[in-house]
């Protein structure tokens, strides 16, 4: 008996499920491609209970033929292609004929559907990939695709999805970029009854965007058209003042097609090179216009990966596209103010009407003031200092939170006739190290580069990379206290707004994020408001956390539950820790070398880089040839 085996047709279905079909969202990409290659004007999708109990996808293309309709539930039965040459030039955004057998391979399904030429439609019913019943139907022109009880055959798969509010977004995201790379095709989106998103079809991107993101998202945009060497590219992209923490708003479209592009945002971000901040990044909508026998789009079965046959020439044209935008200057002509013609009026009016037009003079006791001009003093270069300091602390303690930041250790100082003057920031640390060593001698020699700590510890001379090691000892804080972290509490609650994927990441694992000290809730539209923060961690760090962790989330690096609690420790550790290039007072250089010099446990940061580099006297020695 021969040992390979030619797989039955329910099997290799399956198979072509598990790479077509992840998740709710990839159902719906899949029937929406087809409906607008059916050439749809108009879309909706519903779903309920986040697309696993209940979708719908109704269109008003083409629809099919009572045959048409049948042989479409067959595996690799397409009308996009019939010949090996057609896969050099695809313009249509399905192609392999899997989708719909894929889909009814792991879920039941019900195909109503009516050519416009047909006197009657066609209604089949399939589930686990067989045709069960075909009979005529009354219906409009059309196709409507009802899916229902996603992944009922393969329990396993059941288990990796997540919980209905993620997967909703998941869903409307794809809709979401369906209908900005078709502004042509009006798409409306109901989840669980409620009418979410609806686009108008005009054509009109720009439409489209304000739409689906709102106002302020569709005016703060900057127009890209950019042509050359037979490739262009057209859209919108952001102003460096409205980039996000995220990349969750990144649109890029090849010939229609929605895809994730690396290449494409690295240029992105090369056009923006020095004109954002670190940790921020560019929203943008970006079509490419590209020879179809130049692109490969037959490189991933979900299709959103694609290759280039000129890299080079696709990266400079979204660079130079994007980067002459920015620095294109609108010239504004401002019309001269036009003076509104008087009303008539009366002899009665015109003397009530009269206004004295002197110039007021200012009085006290009935004398005039007389104003002379001021000398301004001579600010010297130590009062200048001085008063920025004072407008620094004035500034720190206008911050709206109700608790200070208690992570730096204590600094015991030898008792003094004067006491030191208390420094800016607190303690880092309350702990004494639970197991010391062998008592030695500490001497704070100095700072290099306010980022390195000199010190001499015994017979070394040791170097402390102060912002490392502080990011360890509040991240050994927060694992001690895990579970009972202390907040600080908004005296003004902060919104943070994310894309609803992101958002409800972050809902979904809000359990884990309030472990570290975060209060979030759900906002609406997209948005949380955080009421309580970590303790020791400013405001706006407070908001980048909880953004980069979005992007983690969103991205799918991390899923399990511990890497999501320490994810947001790292970030915690980080935005709160003193920072390179920082000023410190003495005491607190000499409190880190302390924690990390009287105890084994700080001697690496959070992501594994050394806190501390030690020279030994013999080191030294050796080094200036005093020792052979």
Known sequence: MGVINVLETHVANMIAAGEVVENPASVVKELLENAIDAGACAVTVEIQSGGVAYIRVTDDGCGMSPEDAKTAFLRHATSKISKAEDLDGITTLGFRGEALAAISAVSKIDLITKSKTAGMGTAIYAEAGDVIRESDSGCPDGTTIIVRELFYNTPARMRFLKKDATEAAAVESVIKASALAHPEVSIKFIRDGRDVLHTPGDGVLKNAMYALFGRDFANNMKEVVCHQHGISVRGFTCTPQSSRGNRGLQFFFVNGRAIKSK??????????????????FPTCVLMLDVPPTQVDVNVHPAKTEVKFARERDVFDIVYFGVKSALEAREEKVVPPPSVPKPAPVDNVTKNQMKIDMTPPVLKLSSSPIKLEPMEMPVRTEESVISALEGMKNEKKSEKPLMMRSTYMPEYRAEPKAEPPKAPEREAFAEEKPSEVKEEKKIRLIGEAMNTYIIAEYGDSVVFIDKHAAHERIIFEKLQKNSGSAMSQILLTPEVVEFD????????????????????????????????????????????????????????????????????????????????AGQKNAPEELMAIAERVLLSDDIRFCPHGRPVMIEFSKNDLERKFKRIV
């Open 263 to 280: 290449m494409l945002a690295v240029a992105l971000d090369n056009a923006y090179k020095e004109m954002l901040m670190k940790g921020r």
């Open 500 to 579: 609803k994927l992101s958002c409800a990441a972050i809902l979904e694992n809000r359990e884990e994020i309030e472990k570290i000290g975060f209060d979030v809730d759900e906002f609406g539209d997209g948005s949380v408001v955080v009421s309580a923060i970590p303790d020791g961690i400013d405001v706006n760090d407070a908001v980048a956390v909880l953004e980069d962790l979005a992007e983690t989330l969103r991205s799918g690096a991390r899923t399990r539950r511990p890497d999501i609690l320490s994810e947001t420790m790292y970030s915690v550790a980080c935005k709160a820790a003193i920072k």
